[in-house]
C-alpha cells in the first residue's frame, strides 16, 4: 500500500482555528460543556462536517458524529474515530480537539483520494469528556456506551447549577438520536500524550494498549493539636508529620517494586492551620494508578497496612474515604498492532504505552474494539495554554490514523 | 519562715468568676484586647483591686496595675507580679487569668497578715498579651519595657480594622501615666504551663529559667504541576514531596542530636491542590525553638543546608522568608532558686524548664530581673475550652509565688 498522507496545513489551521473559539478578553480558552462558547466550537464543527460532506448526527446526550456513509455500505458497523472538543479552564489548544479535527482530516482524505471504504466512517465529537462544569467527566461516551443512563445525565446539575440538558437544548445540541445508535466496527482515539514520555524519548507515536485503573482515596488523620513551643518532640501526636510519611513511603514503594505504578499526594489541608500549633488533623487525596488491576489492588493493600503502622507508630487515628475507583482497560491489540506497522511503515519511532489518563477511548472499548494513538506532548505539559505538540508529530499521528484507518475499513 | 497560704477558695472562686465573663450563648469564652468583653473583665479585675485597698493604674496603653504601697516604702522600686486577662477566640479560664488573681491573691493575704513589706507588691494585668486582635502578640508588656514606642502601639489596626487606641479609649483604658513609670525590683509571672511536662512528670512546680528563641520561617517550593496518570514516578518534581521531607527530617535531626529543640510545620498549601496533578507549590511554615541561642541558630543552618539539598535532589526552587526571630531568654537566676526552695520546703517536687511559649514575662526581663512558675496543664492544652489545672496545683502554685514574694520583699 503506497504511503499517503493527510492534508497537513487544514489539519494544523483548523485546530488554531478551534482554538481561537472561545477566548476571553484575557485570552484565555475556556469552552466548557454546554456553555455558549461549547456552542460556537460546535457550530464550527459541525459546519466542517457539512463542508466535508457528511451526513451530520447529534444524539440525545449532545454527542457530534460526522457520517461518512454511501448505500455501498451503509449496512456495515462503521470506523468510529473521534474525541472531544470541550475543554478545562484556562486550556491548550490540542487536548481532544486534534483528535476529532485529525479523524475528520482523515475522513475528507479518503474522500478526496476517491477511496470507496467498505463500511461507513464516522467522526464522534463526546460531550463533556473534562467533568469540569459537569460531573462525572467522559460523560458523554460514557452514556453512548450505556454506561449511564440519558436522563440521568441529562439531570446532571453543574458547578454552576445549570442542569446539563437544559444546556444542550439552549445551545442547540440536544439532539434526537439515541447513544449508541452507531455500534462501531472499531473506535480509534489519536490524542496528544498529556505526559513527557514520548517527547523524553524520541518517540513519534505512542501506541496505546491499555489504561490505567484510578484509585482516589481520601486519608483524615487526628492526631492532637498542641503549643508548637511547649511540646516536646517525643510527646507530639503530629498528624502533619503522619500525612508526610504517607507520599514518601508510596514514592519509595513504587521504586523498589519497579512497577509502573504511580501514587500522587495532591491535595493537603492541615488544621488548625496555624504556625504555632501542632497540626490536630491532616486530610489528603491519594491518587494510585497501575493499568494491571492486580498490582493496584496491592498497591492498595499495601497502603492501607502502612496507614494502620503510622496510626501505631505516631499514636494517630486515620480514617478512609474512598472518592473513585476504575478498572484499568484493556485495548485491541490487532489495532495496536497496526498502529505500530504503520509507524514502522513510516518510518516513525514508536513504543506501546498505558495511557495514565482518562479518554473517551476508555468508555467506547466497552462496546467496540477500541486503541488510542499518542503523539508527543512538550514538556508532559497539558490542560494549561503552555501545551504544544510540534506540527510534524501532530501530521504524524494523523497520517498513522489514516493508514490504520484504510487497512481496517477496506475497500469496495 | 513558717509556711503560710493564700486563700485557696478566693482564688479559685475568682478564676471561675472571670471565666465565666466574655462567654457568648454557646458558651464559648473570648475577651480580645480592646473589646467589650475586654472592657467588663476589666472592670472586674478593677473592682477586686479596690477591694483589696490597692491604687489603681493604667497607663497610656491600657495596662492595668493594683499597687500596694504606704509611706513608708514608696519610694523603693516595687515586686512586680502579673500576667494578662485578655484571652483568644474560644479560649480556657486560666491562660494568663491564673497569673493576675493569684497576684492580688498573694497581696491580699500579705495584708490582711498585717505584713509591712519593705517594698510596694504592685499586681500588673498587661494589654493585648495574645494578639490574636491586634499585633504583635505580648503588645502591653512590650511597650512598658520600652521596645515600642506608645504612639506605635496605639496606631495598631487590629484583624477587624479596629485602632487599639481608639478601642481601649471607647472601653475606658486608655490610660495618663507613661508605660515604664514603675520600675520593678523584680517581676514574676505565675502561669499554666500550657505544655504536658509537668502533669506527664508528676511534678507540681515548674520553676522556668528561661524562655526559647524562636524562629519562625516560610518555605515555598516551586515543583512543576504535572498530570497524576501520565507522569512516571521517576520524572516529577513534586513540590508535596520535597515538603514532607522537611518535617520528618528536622524530627529526625533533632531526636539524634538529643537537643531540647522544637521543630513544627504547622501549616500547609499546595498548589493547584487538586487530586490528580502533582503539586507545583508547597508553602509552609516552620516553628523552631530553642531556649540556647547557638543551638538555635545551628538548627536554623541546618534547616537551610538541607532545603539546598533537597532543592537538588528533587529538582525543586526553594524560597524563605524569615517571619519572625526571638532570641532565646534568660531569667534570673536568683528568683529561679528562691522557687526552688519554696516547692522545696513545701514538699512539693519541682524542675527548671525553659517556656516554649512566649509571655510578659519575657518583655519585663528586659528592665527587671524576672522569672516565672509554672503549674501542670491537663494534657498540656491551652487556648481551648479544655484547658485545666487541678484546684491543688493551682493553690501550690500561688503559694510558692507567695513564698518567693514574701523572701524576696523583706519586711520593715
Same mark, same amino acid.
Given at each position: ?28 480558552? &475556556?469552552? @466548557? $460543556?454546554?456553555?455558549?462558547? =461549547?456552542? !460556537? ?5 459541525? +459546519?466542517? /462536517?457539512?463542508? #466535508? %460532506? ?97 436522563? &440521568?445525565? @441529562? $439531570?446532571?446539575?453543574?458547578? =454552576?447549577? !445549570? ?5 444542550? +437544548?439552549? /445551545?442547540?445540541? #440536544? %439532539? ?237
Amino acid at each position: 500500500m503506497p504511503l499517503h498522507s493527510i492534508d497537513a496545513a487544514r489539519l494544523t489551521g483548523r485546530i488554531r482555528e478551534l482554538g481561537e473559539i472561545g477566548r476571553d478578553p484575557q485570552g484565555q480558552l &475556556t469552552r @466548557l $460543556a454546554g456553555s455558549d462558547n =461549547d456552542r !460556537a466550537g460546535r457550530d464550527r464543527l459541525v +459546519a466542517w /462536517i457539512k463542508m #466535508a %460532506g457528511l451526513d451530520v448526527a447529534v444524539d440525545r446526550i449532545g454527542n457530534v458524529f460526522g457520517i461518512w456513509r454511501d448505500t455501498g455500505n451503509s449496512g456495515e458497523a462503521p470506523i468510529m474515530l473521534g474525541s472531544h472538543i470541550d475543554t478545562v479552564i484556562n486550556a491548550g489548544i490540542y487536548d481532544g480537539c486534534y483528535g476529532v479535527i485529525a479523524a475528520l482530516e482523515v475522513i475528507e482524505t479518503l474522500k478526496e483520494r476517491g477511496v470507496t471504504p467498505a463500511r461507513p466512517i464516522v467522526v464522534a465529537a463526546f460531550t463533556n469528556e473534562e467533568g469540569v462544569r459537569f460531573a462525572p467527566d467522559m460523560l458523554g461516551s460514557l452514556v453512548y456506551a450505556g454506561g449511564l443512563s440519558v436522563e &440521568t445525565a @441529562l $439531570a446532571t446539575v453543574g458547578t =454552576d447549577g !445549570a442542569v446539563l440538558g437544559e444546556e444542550l +437544548a439552549r /445551545i442547540g445540541y #440536544a %439532539g434526537t438520536v439515541e447513544p449508541g445508535f452507531l455500534k462501531p466496527h472499531a473506535y480509534i482515539e489519536l490524542h496528544i500524550e498529556q505526559g513527557p514520555v514520548l517527547e523524553r524519548e524520541g518517540t513519534a507515536i505512542g501506541a496505546v494498549e491499555n489504561l490505567q485503573g484510578i484509585s482516589w482515596q481520601r486519608v483524615t488523620i487526628d492526631g492532637v493539636a498542641n503549643h508548637a513551643g511547649t511540646t516536646p518532640m517525643a510527646m507530639r501526636c503530629d498528624a502533619g508529620l503522619a500525612a508526610a510519611r504517607v507520599g514518601l513511603f508510596l514514592r519509595e514503594h513504587i521504586a523498589r517494586s519497579n512497577a509502573l505504578s504511580v501514587a500522587t499526594i495532591g491535595t493537603m489541608c492541615f488544621e488548625p492551620d496555624a504556625i504555632n500549633v501542632i497540626p490536630s488533623r491532616a486530610v489528603f487525596t491519594v491518587d494510585l494508578r497501575d493499568p494491571d488491576e492486580d498490582r493496584l489492588q496491592a498497591l492498595e493493600t499495601v497502603l492501607a497496612d502502612f496507614l494502620v503502622r503510622i496510626g501505631e507508630e505516631e499514636g494517630v487515628e486515620i480514617s478512609v474515604e474512598r472518592l473513585a475507583r476504575f478498572q484499568p482497560v484493556a485495548f485491541d491489540q490487532g489495532i495496536v498492532a497496526a498502529i505500530e506497522a504503520s509507524a514502522h511503515a513510516r518510518g516513525l519511532k514508536s513504543r506501546r504505552m498505558t495511557s495514565g489518563a482518562g479518554h473517551d477511548a476508555q468508555m467506547i472499548a466497552r462496546i467496540a474494539p477500541t486503541a488510542m494513538i499518542f503523539v508527543p506532548s512538550r514538556d508532559g505539559i497539558s490542560h494549561n495554554p503552555r501545551e504544544h505538540t510540534d506540527p510534524d508529530d501532530l501530521i504524524a499521528g494523523a497520517d498513522v490514523l489514516l493508514d490504520v484507518v484504510e487497512r481496517m475499513v477496506g475497500s469496495r
